[in-house]
């Protein structure tokens, strides 16, 4: 392993090690680095792909899929729709990624040489049915696919036929709800068959069964489950979908998906799930967990913190960076940084972000307290900078050429918040949440969202200061989190760049 070139500074780990709407997360190894996939529903390019060479720090490399051909969401896919729960493996040279496109294709397998890219194109699965599909090799070479259920089938993943008949291996503990995401590790002298259960809310936990054979039997383990925070007041919430993987010193670690709620009761969750780091340590031959620490001890080997992110984004460089997504397509027509150079273009498609098909291109919050700022220039047309939770749940700030107004959409009512004239030409619009630290009322909302304008010398006037809570899981439903972007309702409008920067350290609250 390559030795850091500068003295470690980190001395504690803090979680989620990829915080914002990373839900479902699948990791692999490949010698001394490691990848990890995760779900991206109506986002188009879909499955973003995060490499790390520590388990800690882990860098975005790309999208699997980020070709139309690879990722159709016709029209209609509902927020939360579209893909679902990857697996991500090495094996056999090759990096393998299973997903259920649940608005259409079905179950899909994908390789390629280089995780960042480029993927295949897929490979339908059309007799592979449930949700969360996980891959496994056993020592013959038999390719197991084991689905939510929890059931499970043998593959050829060369045609993407199934041999023989698919099977129940093990329904979880009895009276769980959801026996889902399994996956299928082979440790020692047992495989080991790792389930979400309980759902993917506050009662969310991971457990796990083993047998000596990838088909089973499968004894369940008697300290299921192996972890979860169900009826405790931990900061994170939610905490199960686990994929399991070995670190550089041979020690094994989880990867899972947790949520931080904020604010009073019931508590709010803006950021969709994100991805948790926790340690394994091994009982009787168990892989149990407890707890995932928000903030734990720097593991045993060599660190590689990457540097920090850039704030901003110029839209300088041709392709735009892989944290970007869009609603269901990105058709260049509509998206394009090679029209006025240095600025991207949007040409509107639907006339506000309650349509499905809006043209937008934005990035995951990351943070419970962050600012975002971009230069627009709404030319005759009218677009802006948007919190999005989904079609039915964002804020925006947005330009016309006479007016700027903050919308607010909440369930079926939208509204016009506020406004004031335009300066007139571009002009620095501002969103800016602020996490709820102190609980001082029990309906207190998780942050407030506070969006306006800025003047020539970047003072910045707010026009609306409003709860956060309706961008929330717990109110708008669904698999997602926020996303903060541009946009276009009307005509052509242009960015000549986009600021991102947190206010705090995502570390949970005290
Ligand atoms: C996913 C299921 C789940 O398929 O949520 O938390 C679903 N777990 O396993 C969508 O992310």
């Not at 940084?337 to 006339?351: D, P, V």
């Not at 349509?355 to 709404?378: I, K, N, Y």
């Not at 970047?458 to 541009?486: K, P, W």
Request: with cysteine; net charge negative.
């Amino acid at each position: 392993m390559r030795v850091p070139s500068k003295p470690e500074a980190d001395t504690a780990v803090t979680n989620p090690v990829i915080p914002g709407f990373h839900p479902d997360p699948s990791v692999c190894r490949a010698g001394d680095d490691y990848y990890l996939a995760c779900s991206s529903f109506e986002y188009f390019p879909g499955v973003p792909v995060f490499h790390s060479r520590d388990l800690v720090h882990w860098t975005q490399i790309g999208n699997a899929l980020d070709r139309p051909g690879q990722l159709r969401l016709p029209p209609g896919t509902p927020a939360s729709g579209g893909i679902y729960a990857p697996t991500l493996r090495h094996h056999d040279g090759r990096f393998w990624l299973i997903v259920t496109n649940v608005s259409g294709d079905g179950n899909l397998l994908f390789t390629a040489t280089d995780p960042a890219g480029p993927w295949s194109d897929p490979l339908p699965l059309p007799d592979v049915h449930g949700i969360d599909p996980d891959l496994a090799w056993d020592e013959d070479g038999t390719c197991w696919c084991t689905t939510a259920g929890v059931a499970q089938v043998a593959l050829d993943p060369a045609t993407g036929k199934t041999l023989g008949e698919g099977r129940p291996v093990w329904s979880g503990t009895p009276g769980a709800k959801a026996p889902e995401a399994p996956h299928l590790h082979h440790i020692g002298d047992y495989w080991y068959l790792l389930i979400a259960e309980g759902g993917t809310e506050r009662g969310h936990g991971v457990s796990v069964a083993r047998g000596r054979s990838p088909q089973g039997p499968f004894e369940p383990c008697p300290a299921n489950p192996v972890l979860t925070h169900r009826g405790t007041d931990h900061p994170v919430q939610n905490t199960g979908h686990a994929d399991l993987v070995q670190g550089p010193d041979g020690s094994w670690w989880m990867v899972l998906l947790g949520v931080r709620p904020h604010g009073g009761t019931p508590g709010w969750h803006v950021l969709g799930r994100e991805t948790f780091l926790a340690p394994v340590t091994w009982s009787d031959g168990w892989p149990l967990v407890g707890e995932v620490p928000p903030v734990m001890p720097r593991p045993p080997w060599p660190l590689h913190p990457p540097a920090a992110p850039p704030v901003r984004d110029d839209f300088d460089g041709g392709a735009l960076a892989p944290q970007w997504i869009s609603l269901r397509s990105r058709p260049v027509e509509h998206c394009t940084t090679g029209e006025r150079a240095g600025w991207l273009t949007l040409r509107a498609r639907g006339a506000s972000l309650d349509d499905p098909e809006a043209v937008f291109v934005g990035r995951r919050q990351q943070h419970p307290s962050c600012r975002a700022r971009v230069l627009a220039d709404p030319g005759e047309g009218r677009g802006g900078l948007a919190v999005r939770l989904d079609e039915e749940h964002h804020y925006e700030i947005e330009v016309a050429p006479d007016e700027v107004r903050v919308h607010a959409r909440v369930g079926p009512l939208r509204s016009v918040v506020a406004s004031r004239p335009a300066p007139g030409g571009p002009v620095v619009l501002r969103v800016e949440t602020a996490a709820t630290r102190r609980v001082t009322d029990p309906r207190q909302g998780p942050d407030t969202v506070s969006l306006g304008v800025e003047d020539a010398r970047g003072t910045y006037t707010e026009l609306a200061a409003l709860d956060g809570r309706y961008l929330s899981t717990e109110v708008a439903g669904g698999f997602t989190g926020r996303v903060i972007g541009m946009y276009a309702a009307a005509g052509t409008v242009r960015f000549d760049w986009f600021d991102y920067e947190a206010l705090d350290d995502a570390r949970p609250p005290a």
